[in-house]
């Protein structure tokens, strides 16, 4: 398996514009994670589906920030509009869910909001 | 909701000596303590994990302790070398459900 996949792995853009960040789980994980990592924060963990529903989404920090899960190999998150603040590293992860526990991170969006 | 503090934040120590980084966890319910590694311009990854039924676990340099009853566990790191300079987090969670990390504590080993 390629492990977790997580797009675009760089992204620069002006403050006010519509920010969406990609992750592909490992097949057969029940589990998705969105986590954002800042050096202030360390690793903030946002919003998690379980079988694509999201069970606790009480860490995205406004609602300008969205994620869905359409399917079990596809998950977004969406900034709309983006601000300064926003500019993190946001990284994906994926678990088995049957209570194995390990979490497999993406290599992460590095989100740049000028 | 569950709260993870991690200390000390920055930790310098001499190659070859051991290091300690500790956690304590707000929530009675978590029972899963994961500690990942996480190298410069890297992913996090699992080093070690414990589970609320045992009080420590082992494995080769790195051995991690919880104290469920003070809700503290901590990560020990023997025999330190060069590759083990890195930030580490601590995290708490009922089984693998919202993992919540601590803030994370960069090891620095000094040559």
């Known amino acids: 398996d390629a492990g977790v996949i997580q797009s675009p792995r760089h992204e620069v853009t002006e403050m006010g514009q519509e920010v969406t960040l990609r992750c592909k789980p490992i097949s057969g994980h029940n589990s998705l994670f969105w986590y954002r990592q800042t050096m202030m924060r360390g690793l903030e963990l946002l919003i998690y589906?379980?079988?694509?529903?999201?069970?606790?989404d009480s860490g995205m920090p406004e609602d300008r920030f969205s994620a869905k899960m359409p399917n079990a190999s596809f998950s977004t998150l969406k900034i709309q509009p983006s601000e300064p603040r926003d500019s993190a590293v946001y990284f994906c992860a994926s678990s088995r869910g049957t209570g194995t526990g390990e979490l497999f991170f993406g290599e992460g969006s590095r989100l740049t909001v000028l | 909701g569950e709260n993870v503090e991690q200390h000390p934040s920055t930790l310098s120590v001499q190659e070859g000596d051991s290091a300690v980084i500790k956690c304590t966890y707000s929530d009675s319910a978590s029972n899963y303590f994961p500690w990942y590694k996480q190298e410069l311009g890297k992913r996090p990854q699992l080093i070690i994990d414990?589970?609320?039924?045992?009080g420590e676990k082992k494995d080769q340099r790195i051995a991690v302790t919880l104290n469920k009853t003070a809700k503290h566990f901590s990560l020990h790191i023997t025999e330190t070398q060069p590759e083990d300079s890195a930030v580490y987090f601590c995290?708490?969670?009922?089984?693998?459900?919202?993992?919540?990390f601590g803030k994370g504590t960069r090891l620095h080993i000094l040559p």
């Open positions: 995290a708490a969670g009922i089984r693998d459900d919202k993992i919540i």
């Open positions: 589906f379980n079988n694509n529903v999201p069970i606790d």
């Open positions: 414990i589970r609320s039924n045992v």
